[in-house]
């Protein structure tokens, strides 16, 4: 006897396309009074001030001098004086080394060498005018004056290893810290210094030179004269690539600007710009246009320039994008995405930000006063810090005020690399330390908690289910027509998936508040599925193909009526068909009783085991993939007497038909589907190179999921199992199937900054 039969639609072949990208549905942040957590002093003399206070890397300590002298060091925990020491002489700068337990301090006729735990001078060197250029991560400087050369010292000792007799205008490292480029406008050359050896590796003639500085890949050196003549140079052997004379109509030199790459140079003389082919002269732009300062998007191929007019040139086609009116930019003016421009505009008390394609003004921010400092993007772009008579915190999208710190000391500012921390300070010789509270504002994603017993899966937008783990931390950049879309941290889903609905979110915003895009499926498949006929048609076109005998379809219904099959193995619209599970459900008769009602007359009742036919049928093909019968459990005996019984019936087999449908259906996950970490343990950086911050070290075997690549495609941005962002090197990877290096999206900068893409 045929009870009845079920269709189980399997949508797991996703086809999507990206329609449409709306800004986070807005969210009413009331501006909010920021909480000062430490109030330090520092002795300040009547004709003195305080010139800097900075961060310590692992944002522990804060340094801080003035004018005359006077260092101290802080715990920014406590407040705690750490150190202080006072040169009594007119400073030019101070400096941490790399491990920052030294500082070395310029004045004006002295470089001192100080360390800040013994407390002990490790040397002093006397004369006039002195300059200095810290290496960054090798415990190095060198100092220079007329007199007396270049002196190259290594911090930690404070000895003085190499001097080299030249007198330059200026001097960079290379990254590694083993070569210097050196530069004399009066000298007529440029030259790299190895100072390992203490030899010259390469001498670059040039008559009248002002200027030298390597490309971002140290491959190239540009040289230039106020004039109008710019050479570009092949760092290894000297050899010119190219140069450009200038027209005669072209005034000196301004400024010579590399993009991120080291593939153009920039050049305006502020009254036009140009920009060149590095590899090979070729001229690529010339925009005649009144210029004060210009600055290269992160990707490299567009340009910002400001003046009487705001423009931005795109390289790749040499097309002015847009020209906007009169403001004034600076270094930081692109955020991340390279899609949004921060400008002052003339009356420096407007802060815009303007679309980087168009030109349109997204947002507008307002002060009494002027903005004494050019505005920071912070929290990945989403929120501006401007810095005017008070210092306040607005919202990127819509420019409304999201925290104002009205007793901050304005001289300048500096943020903590979470922004969860301001250094603010004076001239007056007060620092202090304030919680900006941001965590208040939304940060464009949200991490939650897979929590849905043995149901929990995700889907990949390549097509099948992919298994996630209770427990498994996830992440949400995006909410779509068919549910968030994000990151799992576990093994089974690697790279972009639709989230089911097992999440806890770990956050006072839901996905409403996350970024809405719309996914486009195929819903020709769906077009017979309206209503539960059309789930009877498929599992019947099924059958009418010969591939299991045919039964009468009035028996059948949606699956989703069927009890004891759990919520994940039941339809959904989230992905495309891909299989068919139709379920025929039967009894059985074993055997025909005879009993005796309680009362009267004899009747036959049978006894009858209810069995469950599975067949898996591959949709696109209506071929079977997979089939079995699943016999329920033993009904009870026939009785002597009962009453109101037509048959006795045992137990069906759902659970043992739910475990093989979800082992047919279900992908386990093998190492080589997801990228791992390689090596037995290594470093996860800040940004990318070794020598930057470390985040954390991983162990081998670690399952993470690639978002960025560097533009050298040695490194890579990915999010951790805690789902931070780190820097990892692609050679210390096991990189799974499912990914194409290639196909991430170019990345340069600290690692938390990295944007997510959306399909």
């Known amino acids: 006897m045929s009870l009845f039969k079920s269709c189980l639609l399997f949508f797991v072949a996703i086809g999507c396309t990206f329609v449409g990208l709306t800004s986070v549905s807005e969210i009413t942040v009331v501006a909010q009074e920021s909480t000062e957590v430490l109030t330090l002093e520092i002795d300040v003399d009547r004709f003195e001030d305080l010139i800097e206070a900075i961060w310590s890397r692992d944002e522990t300590r804060v340094l801080a001098w003035t004018s005359n002298g006077h260092i101290k060091i802080w715990d920014a925990e406590t407040g705690q004086v750490l150190w202080r020491h006072n040169l009594d002489r007119e400073m030019r700068n101070i400096v941490w080394d790399s491990d920052e337990n030294r500082?070395?301090?310029?004045?004006?006729?002295?470089?001192?060498?100080?360390?800040?735990?013994?407390?002990?001078?490790?040397?002093?060197?006397?004369?006039?005018?002195?300059?200095?250029?810290?290496?960054?991560?090798?415990?190095?400087?060198?100092?220079?004056?007329?007199?007396?050369?270049?002196?190259?010292?290594?911090?930690?000792?404070?000895?003085?290893?190499?001097?080299?007799?030249?007198?330059?205008?200026?001097l960079e490292w290379n990254g590694e810290g083993n070569r210097v480029l050196i530069d004399n406008n009066y000298s007529d050359l440029a030259e790299v210094w190895d100072i390992t050896t203490g030899e010259i590796v390469l001498r670059l003639d040039q008559s009248e030179i002002r200027r030298a500085s390597w490309n971002s890949q140290e491959t190239r050196i540009v040289t230039w004269q106020n004039a109008r003549e710019l050479k570009v140079w092949d760092s290894d052997i000297g050899a010119i690539i190219f140069r450009a004379r200038l027209p005669e109509d072209f005034y000196s030199i301004d400024e010579v600007l590399w993009n991120s790459n080291g593939r153009y140079i920039a050049v305006h003389d502020g009254n036009s710009v140009w920009v060149f082919d590095a590899e090979n002269g070729t001229e690529l732009a010339h925009v005649p246009h009144s210029v004060s300062g210009m600055t290269w998007s992160h990707n490299g191929a567009q340009l910002f320039t400001w003046g009487t007019s705001i423009q931005v040139l795109n390289v790749e086609d040499g097309t002015v994008q847009f020209v906007g009116d009169s403001g004034l930019g600076a270094m930081n003016a692109w955020n991340t995405d390279d899609d949004l421009i921060l400008v002052r505009r003339e009356d420096r008390r407007t802060v815009q930000v303007v679309d980087g394609q168009s030109g349109a003004v997204i947002s507008t921010m307002e002060h009494e006063y002027r903005v004494h400092i050019p505005p920071i993007w912070i929290n990945n772009g989403r929120s501006i810090v401007t810095l005017s008579e008070d210092l306040r915190v607005w919202d990127t999208t819509t420019g409304g005020l999201q925290l104002r710190m009205e007793d901050a000391p304005t001289g300048s500012m500096s943020l903590n690399r979470d922004y969860s921390r301001l250094l603010t300070w004076s001239s007056h010789g007060t620092v202090e330390i304030w919680d900006t509270n941001l965590d208040n504002a939304f940060d464009g994603f949200l991490i939650g908690t897979a929590h849905h017993g043995d149901a929990l899966w995700a889907s990949r937008l390549s097509g099948e289910r992919c298994p996630l783990t209770d427990g498994e931390t996830v992440l949400a950049v995006a909410n779509s027509n068919f549910g968030p879309i994000g990151y799992a941290a576990g093994d089974g889903c690697e790279g972009l998936v639709l989230l089911n609905d097992g999440i806890v979110w770990e956050s006072e915003y839901s996905i409403d508040d996350l970024p809405q895009i719309e996914l486009e499926l195929d819903f020709s498949l769906f077009s017979a599925i309206e209503d539960l006929t059309g789930y009877t048609e498929l599992c019947a076109s099924a059958a009418a193909n010969g591939q299991f005998p045919e039964k009468d379809g009035s028996f059948m219904y949606y699956s989703g009526e069927l009890q004891g099959f759990a919520p994940d193995l039941m339809a959904t619209y989230v992905t495309?068909?891909?299989?068919?599970?139709?379920?025929?459900?039967?009894?059985?008769?074993?055997?025909?009783?005879?009993?005796?009602?309680?009362?009267?007359?004899?009747?036959?009742?049978?006894?009858?085991?209810?069995?469950?036919?599975?067949?898996?049928?591959?949709?696109?093909?209506?071929?079977?993939?997979?089939?079995?019968?699943?016999?329920?459990?033993?009904?009870?005996?026939?009785?002597?007497?009962?009453?109101?019984?037509?048959?006795?019936?045992?137990?069906?087999?759902?659970?043992?038909?739910?475990?093989?449908?979800?082992?047919?259906?279900?992908?386990?996950?093998?190492?080589?589907?997801?990228?791992?970490?390689?090596?037995?343990?290594?470093?996860?950086?800040?940004?990318?190179?070794?020598?930057?911050?470390?985040?954390?070290?991983?162990?081998?075997?670690?399952?993470?999921?690639?978002?960025?690549?560097?533009?050298?495609?040695?490194?890579?941005?990915a999010l951790l199992p805690d789902m931070s962002k780190a820097w990892i090197e692609v050679n210390f990877l096991n990189i799974g199937l499912r990914t194409q290096i290639q196909d991430l999206p170019e990345f340069s900068g600290p690692a938390s900054e990295a944007p997510f893409e959306l399909p």
């Open 103 to 170: 500082v070395i301090a310029v004045a004006a006729r002295e470089v001192v060498i100080l360390d800040t735990v013994s407390n002990i001078e490790l040397n002093r060197v006397t004369g006039l005018n002195w300059n200095a250029v810290l290496h960054a991560n090798s415990n190095q400087v060198a100092i220079w004056n007329w007199d007396n050369g270049i002196q190259i010292f290594d911090t930690i000792s404070g000895t003085n290893f190499l001097t080299i007799p030249r007198e330059p205008s200026n």
């Open 576 to 717: 495309g068909v891909d299989v068919l599970i139709c379920t025929e459900e039967d009894l059985v008769t074993l055997q025909t009783c005879n009993y005796r009602e309680i009362g009267g007359s004899t009747f036959s009742i049978s006894r009858m085991r209810h069995d469950i036919t599975v067949d898996i049928v591959n949709y696109a093909t209506n071929r079977i993939i997979a089939s079995r019968r699943f016999n329920g459990s033993v009904p009870p005996a026939c009785p002597e007497t009962m009453r109101g019984r037509t048959g006795l019936v045992g137990l069906g087999p759902h659970e043992e038909a739910r475990a093989w449908i979800e082992s047919q259906i279900r992908t386990s996950s093998r190492e080589s589907d997801h990228t791992r970490i390689a090596a037995q343990s290594i470093n996860a950086y800040y940004e990318a190179n070794v020598t930057s911050d470390v985040l954390a070290e991983l162990e081998s075997g670690i399952p993470v999921n690639l978002i960025a690549r560097h533009y050298s495609d040695a490194w890579v941005v």
